[in-house]
């Protein structure tokens, strides 16, 4: 079986035809896609219809002869749309381009025969898929609209989007089918991924290995082939230049006998010279990889190359066959994927390969149900240690979807396309566990807030006292310890309460027993509040904790300014204004921890810090990888928090505990690189662009 992908001469009738296709697709398009927003939810026809004019204009500007600039395509939005500066604006823009993100790739392979449909109804080989007219990006823009329709409250708006991300997700794909039956029906073709020229399709002819390319899989089966090797026949797939179909149908043979086989052992160069001989399952290569029975100690994944084949390294079989091997070796050398997932990986190295003999597309196009298997794989291994056991409940459902692979995929993408579905419902019950593990965390987020409201709270009062001066050492003592008295008291019985009062009050009295007294009544008043005032203080540094040593100097001090305040001498406090505030602005992260019960929540905060207005650096929903300052690499969700609450929750159910951290020291780690969003990342072409690197240093 080889693509069926053709050039574009001759693809469409007549440029009249071509207008008229254009036309009853955009119709069939645009009333299918409003009645799949109808289903969704009841919503005013009103909205529906802004929805289907923004896709419409959408579909009209994509489907326009000229190719716009880079800045005008830039995330899918026009220029106009970038113009918007409301927060909330801004943040509905950026979720509805995850919401595109997230469709693109959960429809991938039916939006990518769609896509190679319109390149050549349209004749336009410089296509982007960013610029596919039925693209998901002009359903984004779409709903943008109809969210203004419905003038609803901008979390609502939020709750909507990812509510229809679900349903879209679930259901454009049968729509991108009936688009693309309906392009066949009148005889428009699907063009070769081979003459597309848009980066994001296809690579530049000029691109370099020293230069990250747009497609580094296809850029390292180029460097392989040599500058002047071709990928592609002018009329087939990339498996049928030098093979004869024969030998092709010879090689998937023995590719297939190789993964049923379990365990592979050596082969010669020259068991293919020969199609009508068949080697024994004993001569075949030696532990490609574990079989699934093998729990105990999986040996060392290995890779298939052209020489262990007999296929000549410069032939385009051969450098498919290399470039998958240096992509998987690359996939092998992951210090992050656990060691598990990379034999379940390892297992559907024949699959793969054969995918990538068969389909033209495999290299060309990211979205290709293959390489979206792979990469949904790694997503949904995302936070699982990297010792994790085969027999964890994750691993053996990505068993399963693999062993499905390996059983039905006889060339017929839509294998792929069934189980990368299944991962998705995977990954979808797994993020949703834990989010759930995370809301029990929920409280005690409840329980830091209130302990941070207290703190500013009370840090304003001590502030207060402290405007019109005093000396360094009460200023100090304040500060440092009278304040964590104030907010223990302010949580256990209110600011309304008379022990909140009476320890305020201690303040003020402390800080007028070290005035200068000039008056009798004054000096007398301050003899007898003297001894009591000094019993509170000590009762109040011993309930707190302060050492004995800290105790006594503390009192000392008291004792030596309260005597000079007597005589009359001033107590060389600081004058009003001076005082030594803290820079709460820039006050250094806090690390504590929290446990109540089972639940264990570590703490990073800036109880001081200031108050945060810009959204945060990533929202709920993203895998993120931390490096923490104790050389501790974590990765976990960032899962949906309190309204009420400052701080970000960041979860994963096999850490044993969760993560608060204030948006401001994530923000500062994003910018030192101690911190990245994972979930957008594609496992394949990640390890592409490491087999490209490496492929240039040797």
């Known amino acids: 079986m080889v693509s069926q992908t053709t050039p574009l001469k001759n693809a469409v009738p007549a440029q009249d035809d071509a207008f008229h296709i254009l036309r009853d697709c955009r119709a ?63 943040e509905l823009e950026i979720r509805l381009g995850d919401f595109s993100s997230h469709l693109m790739e959960r429809t991938g392979g039916d939006l990518w025969r769609v896509y190679l449909r319109f390149v050549t109804l349209l004749r336009r080989p410089d296509l982007s898929t960013a610029e596919n007219p039925v693209g998901p990006k002009g359903i984004a823009m779409g709903l943008m609209d109809f969210c203004a329709q419905l003038e609803e409250g901008h979390e609502k708006r939020l709750a909507r989007v990812d509510q229809l991300e679900d349903y879209f997700s679930k259901h454009l794909a049968v729509l991108y089918d009936t688009l693309n039956n309906f392009l066949a029906e009148r005889h428009v073709d699907m063009a070769q991924p081979s ?136 996939i092998f050398a992951s ?89 998705n419902l995977l990954i979808a019950e797994r993020d949703s566990t834990v989010t759930q593990s995370a809301e029990a965390y929920i409280p005690l987020l409840h329980q830091i807030e209130r302990r941070n409201q207290a703190g500013r709270r009370c840090h304003q009062v001590v502030e207060q006292h402290l405007a019109h001066g005093a000396p360094a050492e009460i200023a100090s003592f304040l500060r440092n310890h009278w304040q964590k008295l104030l907010q223990s ?106 446990v109540v019960g089972d639940l264990h929540l570590r703490i990073l905060d800036r109880t001081t810090g200031s108050s945060r207005l810009r959204p945060p650096p990533a929202r709920p929903g993203c895998w993120l990888r931390l490096a923490m300052d104790d050389e501790q690499r974590l990765c976990g969700r ?16 096999d850490w044993g505990f969760a993560l608060a951290i204030h948006p401001e020291i994530l923000e500062h780690m994003f910018a030192n690189n101690a911190a990245r969003i994972c979930s957008t990342d594609s496992l394949f072409d990640a390890a592409a662009e490491s087999a490209l690197r490496q492929s240039t240093r040797l």
């Not at 994001?200 to 090797?229: E, H, M, V």
């Not at 293959?370 to 994750?394: E, Y």
């Not at 070290?514 to 003899?527: C, G, V």
């Not at 960032?638 to 159910?653: E, M």
């Open 28 to 90: 069939i398009y645009l009333k299918q896609l409003g009645q799949l927003l109808q289903e969704a939810e009841r919503v005013p026809a009103q909205a529906v219809q802004a929805f289907q004019q923004t896709v419409g204009e959408y579909f009209d500007e994509m489907a326009s002869s000229s190719r716009r600039s880079g800045f005008d395509v830039a995330d899918g939005l026009t220029a106009s749309r970038i113009s918007l500066v409301g927060e909330s604006d801004l």
């Open 335 to 423: 210090a992050t994927l656990p060691d598990a997932i990379k034999a379940v990986l390892s297992s559907l190295q024949i699959p793969l390969l054969k995918a990538a003999m068969l389909d033209a597309a495999f290299f060309a196009s990211p979205h290709h149900p293959a390489r979206q298997v792979l990469d949904k794989i790694a997503l949904a291994g995302l936070g699982l240690p990297t010792d994790v056991a085969p027999n964890h409940p994750v691993c053996q459902r990505i068993q399963a979807i693999a062993s499905q692979i390996r059983a039905e995929f006889t060339g017929d993408i839509k294998v792929f396309e069934q189980q990368a579905e299944a991962l």
């Open 489 to 594: 008291v302010w949580l256990e019985h209110g600011e309304q309460s008379e022990v909140w009062l009476e320890h305020n009050n201690l303040v003020s009295d402390l800080l007028w027993s070290i005035q200068p007294k000039t008056d009798m009544e004054e000096r007398k008043h301050l003899a007898k509040m003297l001894q009591p005032m000094l019993q509170r203080l000590n009762a109040g540094m011993v309930r707190i904790g302060v050492s004995e040593s800290e105790q006594a100097a503390f009192l000392d001090t008291c004792f030596a300014l309260q005597t000079a305040a007597m005589r009359g001498a001033p107590s060389g406090g600081t004058p009003p204004g001076s005082a030594a505030v803290p820079d709460i602005t820039t006050a250094t992260p806090e690390s504590s921890e929290l």
């Open 195 to 330: 003459i597309i020229t848009a980066p994001d399709s296809a690579p530049a002819k000029s691109a370099t290995a020293s230069a990250a390319p747009a497609n580094p899989a296809i850029a390292l089966q180029r460097k392989l082939l040599g500058t002047t090797g071709e990928l592609v026949a002018a009329d087939a797939g990339p498996a049928a230049s030098l093979l004869s179909q024969a030998m092709l149908a010879s090689l998937l043979s023995r590719l297939d006998e190789l993964e049923k086989s379990g365990k592979l052992s050596s082969v010669s160069p020259s068991s293919f010279s020969n199609t009508a001989s068949q080697p024994s399952l004993e001569s075949l290569i030696p532990d490609l990889f574990a079989t699934e029975t093998d729990k105990d100690a999986p040996s060392a994944p290995v890779t298939l190359n052209s020489s262990e084949l007999g296929i000549p390294a410069g032939a385009p079989e051969g450098a498919t066959i290399d470039t998958m091997a240096l992509i998987f070796e690359a």
């Open 638 to 653: 960032l899962c949906p928090s309190s309204p009420d609450s400052n701080l970000l929750l960041i979860a994963n159910p």
